[in-house]
T-cell receptor
Framework: GDSVTQTEGPVTLSEGTSLTVNCSYE??????LFWYVQYPGEGPQLLFK?????EKGSNRGFEATYNKEATSFHLQKASVQESDSAVYYC???????????????FGTGTLLSVKP | DAGVTQTPRHEVAEKGQTIILKCEPV?????LFWYRQTKIQGLELLSY????????DGGAFKDRFKAEMLNSSFSTLKIQPTEPKDSAVYLC????????????FGPGTRLTVL
């Protein structure tokens, strides 16, 4: 079946350091890949999505490249800020024509804490 | 524009009780999702509706969990009977009907079962 595996947290960094959260996926279909972010007390919100292989998505200084060969979609940021402290979810939407087109499969989430 | 609304924000139940959680999706969205969120399992899909029709009911959650969508602007999730292992955050999300459309999440209901 479809699945997503990502870096287990928590991850603790100092402000100004770089971030990588690994994400690997399994599916027999042609997925669109997503990163969602969840701040305390809120629901997850979309960070960005990438529908095509070998393309890059980015938002708020975060970026990830859809690597079809490696089945990976690692999240990176060059310099984290305290305000980036949140839970980050990698997700895939299998390309399934018909009713499941919008269904998402989420990873277990990675809690990031950034210290000033 | 109003986002996804969930009520109540917090719920405490005794084991064996019936609880009903409510969700109002973003106006105009035809897809609605219910998820359970725990630290160990992350986000697990409970139910998925498209234009009020149930598309997926989350398999393992069938026996005590029932989601309904009586109209396009309101959905409920009933848990009957509750068990302590049901303690979690329950999230509702909605999206436009379009392939790979962004899901908009509500703030969630934190359920504690004693």
């Amino acid at each position: 079946g479809d699945s997503v595996t990502q870096t287990e947290g928590p991850v603790t960094l100092s402000e100004g350091t770089s971030l990588t959260v690994n994400c690997s996926y399994e599916t027999k279909q042609y997925p669109t890949l997503f990163w969602y972010v969840q701040y305390p007390g809120e629901g997850p919100q979309l960070l960005f999505k990438v529908p095509k292989a070998n393309e890059k998505g980015s938002n708020r200084g975060f970026e990830a490249t859809y690597n079809k060969e490696a089945t990976s979609f690692h999240l990176q940021k060059a310099s984290v800020q305290e305000s980036d402290s949140a839970v980050y979810y990698c997700a895939l939407a299998p390309m399934n024509y018909g009713g499941s087109g919008n269904k998402l499969i989420f990873g277990t989430g990675t809690l990031l804490s950034v210290k000033p | 524009d109003a986002g996804v609304t969930q009520t109540p924000r917090h719920e405490v139940a005794e084991k064996g009780q019936t609880i009903i959680l409510k969700c109002e999706p973003v106006s105009g969205h035809n897809d609605l999702f219910w998820y359970r969120q725990t630290k160990i399992q992350g986000l697990e899909l409970l139910s998925y509706f498209r234009s009020k029709s149930l598309m997926e009911d989350g398999g393992a959650f069938k026996d005590r969990f029932k989601a309904e969508m009586l109209n396009s602007s309101f959905s409920t999730l009933k848990i009957q009977p509750t068990e302590p292992k049901d303690s979690a955050v329950y999230l509702c999300a909605s999206s436009l009907t379009g392939v790979y459309a962004e899901q908009f999440f509500g703030p969630g209901t934190r359920l504690t079962v004693l």
